[in-house]
């Protein structure tokens, strides 16, 4: 069996007195996606930050996050991130105020050479848009800018949560196509509801209900069975095209 | 007419000194959400050290560029502690705001207590140099240099602090973090350098104003940066929070209103006034002039 890139054991996140994930345990396969599913305040994001080590103020995580055989969760975020976590955050969180190029010069790493070329081979947009302001970006063009920061690194894990909140259709379609190509280099963690982003995109699936690991297995498997979406997501087998 | 132009300068030299003062404040607050009340602190070491500097550091004096080797002395025993003050009190409480008040409020009580222990509660005359006791004639105005000094140097500190916000690394961070630190972590960046790199600016600020307030007032007391504090605060909410360029425009408004109030109303009408304009820019934008954003 292949190693996984990430392995999370036992993984509990206490905020302001609520249990939000608890005893949480999955890993992730050093290739493809894997999605982490579940109905709202399951805990998807919570997993993703603790993972990171963005834990809130006064919040609490226990277990064993594990990452190429070291425990990540008493390490600060920017040295997991320089380890190559990569990470795009739910609500995109570009600098408004800072530039698209600033934006993307913020994220360059001392010591490596930023990938430039890559980026703008994925998203000419960001090339073009330079010297504007991120806050005055569309919500397509601010998320294609949070994917840019993070592919101007090589990075061993991708961790993205919802790309696709809020977009329109054919932006979603243009999100899912880019994720697909990176995905072919890197592995990626992915928090996303789009059930048919997630059969276009996902080789394995966690499922969360209530901070607690409810299923976890191949995601054709999951997405290939009504009664299991129905039991476990609440909704029918996705149709829908990305 | 003449009066209008002296009003307008010597508000304009007091605005120097609350912005020297607020820009670091502001800074600080904006980039690591701590309320600095020691800030007046270093302002109060700037002072004394360039005092003490000018009759004991050999080379240094109260004219010319003796008088700038003391300046220069202040200012540096002002960054270290505002350095030391970070690395020491502040770091291990970052996120524990109460602590953080109450450490910083005790470092502020602590030293006015150390600086009038070590040289009197009295204030002492301030070396200063023969031409800045002087006067200049703008447009029928007899303007104190002392004043003109002031306005000179805020403007070069402004002019900086832009520079360095808008085309340095660490100012990019600085810009970054006070709009949203945690982003600033998760691209790998250790914002806590930033943090001790924004007080090492702020407790530079403040030192120069010690040192030049010293050569505006005339005098150096160990209450000086506490009295001058409350109205940087005043000046860091009106600006907007870790927005350099806002707290120069509040600082030019809290300036000019205290002058002109205090001289065409009655003397103290003008501080009333300052806080009346507080109270309606919370009331109407409470964001401050600039919002959240470390303008470059």
Known sequence: MTEPILSVEDLSVRIAGLHILQGVSFTVAPTGVTVLLGRNGVGKTTSLRAVLGLTPRGGEARGTVRMGGRDLLDRPTHRLVRDGLGYVPEDRDVFAGLTVAENLRLAERRGTTPAYDRVFALFPELDRRGRQRAGSLSGGQQQMLAIGRVLLNDNRLLLVDEPTKGLAPKVVTEVAEVLERVAESVPVLLVEQNLAVVRRLATDAVVLSAGRVAWAGGAGELLGSAELTRSLLGVGSPEVRA | ?296
């Not at chain 2, 309320?35 to 050999?58: E, R």
């Not at chain 2, 470092?107 to 070590?118: D, E, F, R, Y």
């Not at chain 2, 600082?251 to 009346?276: H, I, M, R, T, W």
Request: proline share 3%.
């Open chain 2, 1 to 296: 007419m003449n009066t209008i132009v002296l009003l307008a300068l010597t508000g304009l030299g007091l605005a120097a000194l609350y912005f020297l003062v607020a820009s670091g404040l502001s800074l600080v607050f904006g980039l690591a959400d701590v309320l600095n009340f020691a800030h007046g602190l270093f302002l109060g070491v700037g002072a004394y050290g360039t005092w003490w500097a000018a009759g004991n550091l050999p080379g240094a004096g109260p004219e010319g560029l003796g008088f700038v080797l003391a300046v220069a002395f202040g200012v540096a025993a002002g960054t270290l502690v505002a350095v030391l003050v970070e690395l020491v009190l502040i770091r291990p409480l970052y996120s524990r705001t109460i602590e953080q008040v109450l450490v910083t409020v005790g470092l502020s009580l602590a030293g006015v207590a150390l600086l009038q222990a070590t040289w009197g509660a009295d204030a002492r005359p301030f070396p200063r140099p023969q031409w800045s006791r002087g006067v200049t004639g703008i447009l029928g105005a007899q303007v104190p240099n002392g004043g003109l000094l002031l306005i000179v140097a805020a403007a070069v500190v402004l002019g900086a602090l832009l520079a360095f916000l808008r085309w340095t690394r660490y100012g990019l961070i600085i810009r970054a973090g006070v709009e949203n630190r945690e982003m600033v972590t998760a691209l790998g960046i250790d914002v806590r350098k930033a943090f001790t790199l924004v007080f090492a600016i702020g407790g530079a600020a403040a030192a120069l104003a010690g040192a030049l307030g010293g050569v505006y007032f005339g005098t150096v007391s160990p209450g000086q940066g506490g009295s001058l504090l409350i109205f940087a605060f005043i000046v860091v909410v009106i600006g907007g929070m870790g927005s350099v360029i806002g707290s120069a425009y509040a600082a030019v408004a809290v300036g000019l209103l205290q002058q002109f109030v205090n001289y065409y109303g009655a003397s103290g009408v003008g501080d009333l006034c300052v806080v009346a304009l507080l109270a309606v820019v919370l009331l109407l934008r409470p964001q401050g002039i600039a919002g959240k954003v470390a303008h470059a």
